[in-house]
């Protein structure tokens, strides 16, 4: 192949094309210079010797070489390979299709330009569709969320050892919130076939290993056929209880050469049915929980979907039993009386998908018996598995594909004496139930009229506005006094996204966008009450939501703080008596400058309206921003805030 060959196919200028270019370029530009000057030429003195012009040297093999060295760098024979009409990575996305995958989020790479190509063109970039986001962490951030509406899992598509290291605490939240993500990792597996310093540079001998203390399972992977199948594995382990990310790191030279010979056979999925718990141990807790006084449900990851909530309303209501949901999923309605449940008089606690302690476990009076998978799922490094908690009875099983027998257990167990008992029991969690609902709205309604707006003023405006409406609260509220949580009807799987799973900081904004990615195809409402220093570790959020068209409210919680950092210092300021004022604020505050959202929307493409300070402003302002919602596209509203 010739330069002018090679030059043409790759459809760009090389070096040597160039300079030939530019001197005729050059020459034409000489004879028209030389014509306009003719007459000019008779009557001027003539003109001194000019110096000779600097010629420029063709280019030496070695610097030929560098030119195409990196992520261009193709020999002939690579050419022939890799060139070619049934490439394999067309096989790697009928793969991707038949597991059900439908979003692959990607911040672009060449390590997987080949499966990336054969995504938009072959499989017309739909189902899966590609989700462009700014940043790694966003893309599995996203993912996360996306898992929290959609009851499936998405792919992350990264590049090599660099994008990969973009990656781990995203990956750490989806671990310890149980959350599956399929991690699709491009990487030159082979030596060999790595071209120039770049190729290197970004490639690893394992490079999962990068991911491991916090995934479910990995794979590298060198044929097609190993796709297929490590592709439908990585899809069961995932969504097997207790859940998980897993990785596979696919060869980029895989994906580009032709497919030959036995053609690689598509995988069908058989989705693992769930651990049920021991059915004695089963019977043995129903036994406990109606010979109980004041049983108690605390209740931690248990819901998969909306039928794991009516398994544990079914449960709950049998036993007139208090129910305490630790949110980090919706497990149980908010509007329900039973949701007023507290371990402080409980004699029997019956703890469901809970990690690490066991409220009340080793006091005395109190039984603790658990049901869940979380010692079947324990990392050799990391610590999310918390304290030991010393109950009775510790059974292994998913807690909600056991409950269908532990309530046919409590139904044959029940007499006529116990519903009597039973029956009074419910009245006092109703009781306590109104007093404390009572309580939240007093508590909310106090700096009704402050500036910086009050949280509770906040929630309250805006339930105002979606009440009538399908919504979906797609953020936490914890760290809004958890307003939602105490105020509002949250009865369905899907109205709220719970806890990241971490306590860390970055996952608000993407996780959000994730869910209401899912919302934007069921015509679901998304409400996103974001956290100003939350925010800060992703806005590329803003750019990935409006550019996809996600219809998204965002109302920044702007505090100008990362505030539980700030109560922090305080706390820390009094324990050793040296003054809180002014100290607690240094390295925990954002106030100087303080951060205009607004502007930062308005730049990333996204609308958004001055910054609310007043609270008679947010009304209007909720009503005009649900419209830009309405028409499909994200809206953000910057609210300066209380700090809770």
């Not at 790479?109 to 938009?120: A, D, I, N």
């Not at 109205?495 to 959000?512: D, T």
């Not at 910054?611 to 402003?617: E, H, V």
Request: net charge neutral; charged share 20%; proline share 7%.
């Amino acid at each position: 192949m010739t330069d002018k060959d090679h030059d043409t196919e790759h459809g760009r200028l090389g070096r040597r094309s160039f300079l030939k270019a530019v001197g005729g370029a050059a020459a034409g530009l000489g004879a028209v210079g030389a014509a306009q000057a003719a007459g000019a030429a008779e009557t001027a003195p003539p003109a001194s010797p000019a110096p000779p012009a600097p010629s420029a040297l063709p280019p030496s093999a070695e610097q030929e070489s560098r030119e195409y060295s990196g992520v261009f760098s193709y020999t002939p024979e690579q050419e022939k390979r890799y060139f070619q009409e049934h490439p394999g990575s067309d096989f790697m996305v009928d793969v991707i299709k038949a597991v059900g995958i439908d979003y692959i989020a990607v911040n672009p790479g060449t390590s997987f330009r080949g499966l990336q190509e054969s995504l938009v063109n072959y499989g017309g970039n739909r189902k899966p569709e590609l989700i462009t986001v700014n940043h790694e962490g966003i893309g599995a951030t996203i993912a996360h969320g996306y898992f929290k509406a959609a009851g499936k899992p998405m792919a992350v598509l990264v590049h090599g050892a660099v994008g990969t290291q973009h990656l781990p605490m995203a990956v750490y939240s989806a671990w310890c919130d149980r959350v599956p993500m399929i991690v699709l990792i491009g990487n030159h597996n082979e030596p060999s076939e790595r071209g120039g310093p770049t190729d290197w540079y970004h490639s690893a001998q394992d490079v999962p290993s990068i991911l491991r203390d916090f995934t479910k399972w990995d794979d590298t992977v060198y044929s097609l056929q190993q796709f297929s199948e490590s592709m439908a594995r990585a899809y069961k382990i995932a969504m097997t209880p207790p859940m998980g990310p897993v990785v596979l790191a696919i060869d980029t030279h895989m994906q580009e050469e032709s497919i030959t010979g036995r053609p690689p056979r598509l995988p069908v999925l058989s989705p693992t049915i769930p651990p049920q718990a021991d059915v004695n141990a089963l019977r043995q807790i129903a036994e406990w929980l109606v010979a109980a006084k004041n049983p108690v449900i605390v209740a931690g990851r248990v819901a998969h979907n909306q039928a794991g909530i009516d398994l544990l309303v079914q449960l709950a209501e049998l036993l007139q039993a208090g129910v305490v949901d630790q949110r980090n999923r919706v497990n149980f309605p908010t509007s329900n009386p039973l949701s007023a449940g507290s371990v402080g008089q409980a004699d029997v606690i019956l703890g469901l998908e809970l990690t690490g302690a066991v409220p009340g476990a080793g006091q005395q009076g109190k039984r603790t018996v658990t049901i869940g998978t979380g010692d079947l799922l324990i990392s050799r490094n990391v610590q999310d598995f918390q304290r030991y908690a010393p109950v009775d009875l510790s059974v292994a099983g998913d807690a909600q594909a056991s409950l269908p027998f532990l309530i046919e257990a409590v139904k044959q167990r029940l007499t006529r004496s116990s519903r009597n008992v039973i029956a009074q029991r419910g009245k006092a969690w109703h009781e306590r139930w109104r007093q404390q609902r009572e309580a939240d709205l007093n508590a909310m309604r106090y700096g009704w009229n402050n500036s910086p707006v009050s949280t509770g003023r906040l929630y309250a405006e805006l339930w105002d506005q979606i009440r009538e409406r399908d919504w979906s609260l797609v953020s936490a509220d914890i760290f809004q006094s958890s307003w939602a949580n105490k105020l509002w009807p949250i009865d369905r799987y899907y109205q709220h996204n719970g806890s990241s799973g971490s306590a860390g900081i970055g996952y608000g904004a993407p996780a959000a966008l994730g869910s209401a990615l899912v919302h934007k195809q069921n015509g679901v409402l998304a409400v996103n009450v974001q956290k100003d220093g939350d925010l800060m570790f992703y806005p590329g959020t803003l750019w990935t939501a409006a550019h996809h068209r996600v219809p998204m409210l965002t109302i920044m919680h702007n505090n100008r703080a990362y505030h539980a950092e700030t109560m922090v210092m305080q706390e820390m300021c009094n324990r050793r008596r040296r003054g809180v004022e002014g100290a607690a604020r240094i390295a925990t505050t954002m106030d100087d400058p303080p951060i205009d959202f607004s502007s930062v929307a308005k730049g990333f493409g996204m609308w958004s309206s001055t910054l609310i300070t007043d609270p008679a402003q947010l009304a209007p302002a909720i009503r005009e921003a649900l419209a830009v919602v309405d028409s499909g596209r994200p809206a953000l509203l910057d609210v300066h805030c209380s700090g809770r």
